[in-house]
């Protein structure tokens, strides 16, 4: 046993002093393979120029902006635009900016709709899933179909839904004068019902990969102990799936807060600013005001503000997990 | 009367056909169901719990035909293997789980709680979450769940299985006293035949979705029916020699083994057979044995309280078990006797002969 475990030991030969003499002589990257260390920063460091390029720089070109008056009607060129540098004046406008705050207002008011509207028929669907009945697998395939959609071409269909002469009101049996997309009061419930219908089978696909997760023995023994379909699914399934549940929600909100194209196509943030989201006002600042400044305050501070809310929501995921 | 009765039920599967299956469970009975993996165990479970419908025969629970029993009605409660317990609850929620579904008062459910821990003694871990428990409290937590149920029978679906050797003995052991105190129907399934044999009143061999035998664990042991049962029960597993009974019908013949099989009646002389001889029924030859077969030792593995010794036979493997530890490397060396009380043989199709 002694032996055998001695020879173990020696079994890896000793480095001749000559090999690490060459090896020195040979420099820097002679020794990059036998040190780990160096050779995982040099495994690592494409990944993290890559990185540098696509997130680091444009944050930082978007924040060095923000604290100018810079604009390309200036003719100056952008890395000079610390000649017009404001003291964060943008980050002052922004507070006190009616239409943002209105924008921000109906953005909100739209997240606060459409996704509990997305997580109930979510939740609903998921629950009608959990059975096994004939046609399952076809309607699971015809339930995801939506959320394939290019929002631009979702935004399409309902704009062609929602005309006065177009399906929805022939259905509703409603005059061709109802008007939903250039209603003030029906324009956002027009695009509640576009973006819900895209988006309810992503909750529904995350709900049902939750409620699927719950092991069938604890279903079985809740049945053998007296609970009802609806006392498991209450008492058992939905405890369970918190932390699903809360990433489903930062998940859907998050996309929500960003809602454009289909906003775009239907009502272009009509009639007058009804269905304007934050999106939209930024895409008109951007394009039609040319304050690129100010949309850089603007967009810097949502980033922060999202990536706040969406931080406590997955760390509250992530305690409730299992 | 009965707590179970399956009445030739038979459930068809696309790759599998469990039964039909025959089997009664007395009340306050510690019934054990034993067989190797996938044989049919769960299954049986399934029929009895209602989870499962018999395409054919029936289950009676209490005496009465379950086919119209919705799974709580029948008042059975199990206990899973992986013991399911619900992880987002305390020790305490898990237990009266059952009551609370059923809208018991808190008084009530109170006092049932308090009786349980009692016997299971679990008083102080009911305030912690399934994660913060050791094997074994969680598997007093699942027993406290199923028997709070006040139900007809509890089933135990490998229920110790998860846990290590020294606690699964402790745990089978009280398993025992908590089937006695409460005078509770059991059934208790596992594929480990000296978990099933230690507690069980009786035992159900099933093979291949049968029932092959029913019994005491002792008449299973020392009386196998058939082959099948005789090779799944026992460890070491009994040693099995293939060959024929002698044209007048008096010896069983496998090469050089040559044994007596008077007194047997039935046997079917000149045919194929086979002679099973358990290890513990092969000892050393003394020096006045006669019918001595000659062994060579290819390995000994001594267990402390028996030793097992691996040896050749007629060019065929056996294993013999021996009490205690050899005195030497050549103890049970070179010749051994088989006690030819204890011989089993079996005809052609694996039937025993010689049973009652």
Same mark, same amino acid.
């Given at each position: ?34 040190? &780990? ?24 070109? #978007?924040?060095? !902006? +923000? ?26 406008? !922004? ?22 509207? *997305?997580? /109930? ?10 059975? #096994? ?22 935004? /399409? ?5 929602? *005309? ?7 259905? !509703?049996?409603?005059?061709? &004068? ?19 219908? *895209? ?25 053998? !102990?007296?609970?009802?379909?609806? *006392? ?49 006002? /930024? ?9 690129? +400044? ?29 | ?75 059975? %409660?199990? =206990? ?48 912690? @979450? ?42 089978? =052991? ?47 042991? @020392? ?35 040559? =044994? ?61 078990? =021996? %009490? ?33």
């Amino acid at each position: 046993m002694t032996d055998a475990t001695a020879e173990t030991i020696t079994d890896t030969p000793a480095e001749p002093a000559s090999a690490k003499a060459n090896r020195r002589s040979r420099g820097y990257w002679a020794g990059v393979a036998h040190d &780990s260390r160096k050779l995982g920063f040099w495994f690592v460091a494409p990944a993290v120029l890559l990185l540098l390029f696509i997130v680091v720089f444009p944050l930082a070109m #978007q924040l060095y !902006l +923000s604290l100018t008056w810079w604009t390309p009607l200036d003719g100056v060129r952008w890395y000079r635009a610390y000649e017009s540098f404001n003291s964060g004046d943008n980050y002052a406008r !922004l507070l006190t900016d009616g239409a943002l705050w209105a924008a921000l207002g109906r953005t909100v008011l739209l997240m606060a709709i459409a996704v509990p509207a *997305q997580f /109930l028929l979510g939740l609903g669907l998921a629950y009608l899933f959990m059975e #096994q009945f004939v046609g399952r697998k076809f309607f699971y395939s015809i339930l995801l179909t939506p959320m394939m959609i290019v929002p631009a071409v979702v935004g /399409l269909i309902f704009f062609l839904l929602f *005309q006065g002469t177009g399906p929805v009101n022939d259905t !509703l049996r409603l005059p061709t &004068s109802f008007a939903w997309l250039t209603d003030v009061h029906r324009a956002m419930l027009a695009v509640i019902i576009a973006d819900t219908w *895209q988006w309810t089978p992503l909750m529904f696909l995350i709900l049902l990969a939750g409620m699927l997760g719950v092991p069938a023995d604890q279903l079985t023994a809740g049945r053998l !102990l007296g609970a009802s379909n609806w *006392q498991n699914f209450c008492k058992i399934v939905l405890p369970r799936m918190k932390s699903v549940i809360a990433i489903a929600l930062v998940l859907r909100s998050v996309e929500c807060f960003k809602i454009f194209d289909v906003i775009f196509v239907m009502t272009k943030g009509g009639p007058g600013v009804e269905t304007e989201t934050i999106s939209l006002f /930024l895409y008109k600042k951007t394009f039609a005001d040319l304050d690129w +400044s100010y949309v850089a305050a603007i967009g810097l501070t949502i980033l922060f503000s999202l990536s706040l809310i969406a931080a406590r929501g997955l760390s509250y995921a992530a305690k409730r997990k299992g | 009367m009965n707590a179970i009765s399956i009445q030739g039920a038979i459930k068809k599967y696309p790759k599998f056909t469990l039964g039909p299956i025959d089997l009664s469970v007395e009340r306050g009975e510690l019934f054990g169901i034993l067989g190797p993996p996938s044989a049919g165990k769960t299954s049986i479970l399934k029929l009895i719990l209602g989870l499962v419908k018999p395409d054919r025969g029936k289950v009676l629970i209490g005496g009465a035909n379950s086919d119209e029993m919705e799974v709580a009605e029948r008042q059975i %409660s199990m =206990v899973f293997q992986n013991l399911a317990l619900f992880p987002h609850m305390s020790g305490r929620e898990n237990i009266a789980f059952p009551l609370t579904e059923r809208g018991v008062s808190s008084k009530e459910i109170a006092a049932r709680l308090d009786a349980v821990s009692d016997v299971l003694h679990v008083g102080h871990i009911l305030h912690k @979450n399934p994660a913060q428990m050791s094997g074994g409290e969680r598997q007093r937590i699942a027993l406290g769940r199923a028997l709070i149920a006040d139900s007809r029978a509890i089933l135990l679906d490998e229920p110790i299985a998860a846990l290590d050797a020294r606690l699964r003995e402790e745990m089978r =052991v009280e398993l025992k006293r908590l089937q006695r105190t409460n005078n509770q129907t059991f059934v208790y399934v596992s594929h480990d035949e000296e978990e099933v044999m230690a507690i069980a009143d009786r035992v159900a061999v099933v093979i291949d979705g049968r029932v092959a035998q029913v019994g005491a664990p002792d008449d299973v042991y @020392n009386k196998p029916n058939s082959l099948s049962v005789a090779q799944v029960i026992g460890s070491p597993p009994m040693n099995l020699f293939q060959g024929r009974f002698s044209a007048d019908g008096r010896h069983f013949e496998c090469g050089d083994i040559v =044994v007596a099989v008077a007194g047997i009646r039935d046997v079917p002389a000149g045919e194929q057979g086979t002679l099973g001889i358990r290890p513990e029924d092969i000892h050393r030859a003394g020096d006045h044995a006669t019918r001595r077969f000659r062994i060579s030792v290819n390995s000994i593995e001594p267990l402390g309280g028996y030793t097992i010794v691996n040896a050749t036979l007629g060019g065929q493997l056996i294993k013999i078990r =021996v %009490s205690g530890q050899l005195d030497g490397p050549d103890d049970h060396g070179g010749s051994v006797v088989f006690d030819e009380r204890r011989l089993h043989l079996f005809d052609s199709e694996g039937d025993r002969l010689g049973m009652e």
